[in-house]
């Protein structure tokens, strides 16, 4: 899970945590060793992703609990209604930026999906859209770029100051890169 501060008041169910219904699909939706059985619909994720989506499912869970709505035994599809989830969005938006919220409800669809393939959330997916679709940044991403011609002479820079040390690592490592 990633680390740093906290934005939302409940601290995300950890996987270990979540109720067995949820962690079994969970499993199965990630697993994709055995060549003689079906990959899962997430066996294919790359770790950052399947990490983040359990990160943001855990934040559902917790609201859930923290809501007495989590019930342990329905699957992870029997406890997604529009009620619910108008609920959680006010939750979500006392702390976080609209671009966040869109990405926790992306997240939260997609964590359903693949839990629970054939699942009517069809809703969930539109509303996650038009989250996407109305989030403007918090914060404008344009005072910090660098222009690309002083990014190139930053690194000439830096490899000629490095080929002008004495060290033999540093000469090697950046001889390697005049190729």
Not at 95 to 100: E, G, Q, R
Request: overall charge positive; some cysteine.
């Amino acid at each position: 899970m990633p680390r740093g501060r906290r934005l939302l008041p409940l601290a995300p169910l950890a996987l270990k945590t979540w109720p067995d219904v949820d962690r079994h699909a969970w499993e199965m939706a990630r697993a994709g060793s055995d060549p003689l059985d079906d990959p899962g619909l997430a066996a294919h994720w790359r770790a950052v992703t399947a990490d983040h989506t359990v990160l943001c499912y855990g934040h559902w869970l917790a609201w859930l609990a923290d809501q007495s709505l989590l019930d342990p035994v329905l699957p992870p599809d029997g406890r997604i209604t529009r009620e619910r989830v108008h609920g959680y969005l006010a939750y979500l938006r006392r702390s976080l930026a609209p671009k966040s919220i869109a990405t926790m409800i992306t997240r939260l669809h997609e964590a359903v999906r693949v839990m629970a393939p054939g699942a009517d959330i069809g809703w969930l997916r539109t509303a996650a859209s038009r989250l996407e679709a109305q989030a403007v940044p918090a914060r404008s991403k344009m005072d910090r770029l660098v222009e690309t011609n002083r990014l190139v002479e930053a690194g000439l820079r830096l490899m000629s100051e490095a080929q002008s040390k004495r060290n033999p690592r540093t000469r090697a490592s950046t001889t390697a890169t005049d190729c």
